[in-house]
C-alpha cells in the first residue's frame, strides 16, 4: 500500500504503516526489531521535505489523540491534529498561543519542524513546550522535564524517538478577529515593519500573476457570544471573526509545495525584494502567494531562528506542477541574504551549510540523539546525512 504526504511530492510505494495505540506497545515493538530496522512516526504527512527514507518502518500515532492531566501536568496526545486540538482545549477553557493558518499538522509533526505563526513578540509553537513522553532508540520511556534538554529536543524532527505526548505552556481561550485589506508592500516596511508590528499578528501576501499585496491582521477579542467564520477567499478585503482556534487557520483545500526561509527580520525587506524582482522575471503569471511573516526569536538549539526575530519568507507552488524551477530559482536568494529554511519546507542544503550556520547547537542535538538512540533506530536515509557520522554526508 503506498503512502504519500499531504502534497504528493513524497511517496513510499510499497509503505505500510503500522498503527500502535499503546506506550506499551510501542516499546515492545521496538525491542522486537531486529538490527539495522529503521523506524520514522508519521503524522498528518504535512512535511514537504524528505526527512526519511526507503526501508523505513512507518508507525502511525494517530491512537495518541486524548488529553489528559497527570503528574500535575496537562498532557496532549502527540498524534492529535491540530484542527482536533483546539475545541478540546476550549472546552477547558483554554487555548495555543499562538498557531500557524494551516491546522491539519499533527501536534508532534507541527513542534518537530519547528512550525509557527505570526507575532512581533511571539515565537513557534515548539518554544511553549515544557514536557516530552518519548520512547528512545531502546524502547525505554522518557519524561523530558529538563529546561536544557528540552531545548534541544523541541524541534526533534522525529530523530530523538516516538513522542507519545506533549506538555505546553497554554493561555486562557481566547477569540480573534482577522482583517484583511490591500496595502501596499513598500507601506508594510516602513518605520521598521511598524504596521506589521502594531498586530498581535500581522502578516501580508504577494501575488506574482497581479502584482497586489493583502495585508492580514489578527486582533485578539473577547471569545464572541457568535462567529462569523465564513472563509475568504484569497486576495478579497473582509472580516471574520471567532474563537482563536477557529480563526488562525486559512482555507488550504488546494494542496501545494513549499519553501521557507527565516531571514533576520531587518535583512526582510531587501529579501522580498530580491525574491519579488526574480519571481516577476521568470514566473510572471504565477498565481501562488508569497508569504512575509514576523517571528519571534527562540533558544531551540534547531531553532531556524537562532534566537533572534527574523521574517520568515514563504514561495508556494502549485501540488500538480513541478517545484523546483521555482524553488532553484528563489534559494539563493535566501541564502544570499542570511536565511536558515524551515525543516518542514524544501530546501537543498548541505552537511556544511548547516554547521556554519548552526554550529554548537548542531553538535549538541547530534550528541543528544546519540545519547537517546544509540543504535540509530531513528537515523533514517533522510536524517544520516546531517545528524550521523560524518561520512553519511
Not at 66 to 91: H, I, M, N, S, T
Not at 378 to 386: Q, S, V
Amino acid at each position: 500500500m503506498a503512502w504519500a504526504n499531504w502534497s504528493g511530492a513524497q511517496v513510499f510505494p510499497e509503505a505500510h504503516c503500522e498503527p500502535l495505540g499503546t506506550e506499551a506497545a510501542l516499546q515492545a515493538r521496538l525491542r522486537a526489531a531486529p538490527r539495522g530496522q529503521r523506524f520514522r512516526a508519521v503524522g498528518a504527512g504535512h512535511s514537504f521535505s524528505p526527512l526519511w527514507g526507503a526501508g523505513d518502518q512507518l508507525l502511525s500515532l494517530d491512537a495518541f489523540d486524548g488529553v489528559a492531566e497527570a503528574g500535575g501536568q496537562l498532557w496532549l496526545g502527540a498524534g492529535q491534529r491540530l484542527a482536533d486540538l483546539g475545541p478540546k482545549l476550549a472546552g477547558r477553557g483554554l487555548a495555543l498561543a499562538n498557531q500557524g493558518d494551516i491546522d491539519r499538522q499533527s501536534l508532534a509533526g507541527a513542534l518537530g519542524t519547528g512550525t509557527h505563526g505570526t507575532g512581533w513578540a511571539l515565537p513557534s509553537l515548539a518554544a511553549t513546550v515544557t514536557g516530552l513522553r518519548l520512547i528512545d532508540g531502546t524502547g525505554t520511556l522518557q519524561v523530558l522535564s529538563d529546561s536544557d534538554v528540552l531545548a534541544g529536543a523541541r524541534i526533534h524532527l522525529g530523530a530523538l524517538g516516538l513522542i507519545t505526548a506533549v506538555a505546553l505552556r497554554l493561555r486562557p481561550a481566547y477569540g480573534l478577529l482577522e482583517r484583511n485589506q490591500g496595502v501596499p508592500f513598500e507601506a508594510l516596511f516602513e518605520g521598521q515593519h511598524a504596521r506589521l508590528r502594531a498586530q498581535r499578528h500581522g502578516e501580508f501576501w504577494w501575488v506574482p500573476a497581479t502584482d497586489e499585496t493583502l495585508f492580514k491582521q489578527l486582533r485578539e477579542i473577547p471569545i464572541p457570544r457568535t462567529s462569523r467564520l465564513t472563509p475568504l477567499a484569497f486576495g478579497e478585503e473582509g472580516t471574520r471573526w471567532g474563537p482563536s482556534w477557529a480563526v488562525f487557520p486559512s482555507d488550504r483545500s488546494a494542496r501545494f509545495n513549499e519553501m521557507e526561509y527565516s531571514v533576520p527580520v531587518a535583512a526582510g525587506p531587501a529579501c522580498f525584494r530580491a525574491l519579488r524582482s526574480a519571481i516577476l522575471s521568470t514566473f510572471p503569471k504565477l498565481p501562488w502567494p508569497v508569504e512575509y511573516r514576523l517571528v519571534a526569536g527562540d533558544e531551540g538549539w534547531l531553532s531556524p531562528t537562532g534566537g533572534q526575530r527574523v521574517a520568515a519568507i514563504s514561495v508556494h507552488q502549485d501540488a500538480r506542477r513541478p517545484f523546483a524551477p521555482l524553488f532553484d530559482l528563489v534559494e539563493p536568494i535566501f541564502k544570499a541574504h542570511g536565511g536558515r529554511p524551515h525543516w518542514g519546507k524544501r530546501f537543498s542544503w548541505s552537511r556544511q551549510e548547516f554547521e556554519a550556520a548552526y554550529g554548537a547547537g548542531l553538535d549538541r542535538f547530534r550528541a543528544l540523539r546519540a545519547r537517546l538512540d544509540p543504535e540509530g533506530r531513528f537515523l533514517t536515509a533522510g536524517l544520516a546525512p546531517l545528524f550521523g557520522a560524518p561520512n553519511h554526508a
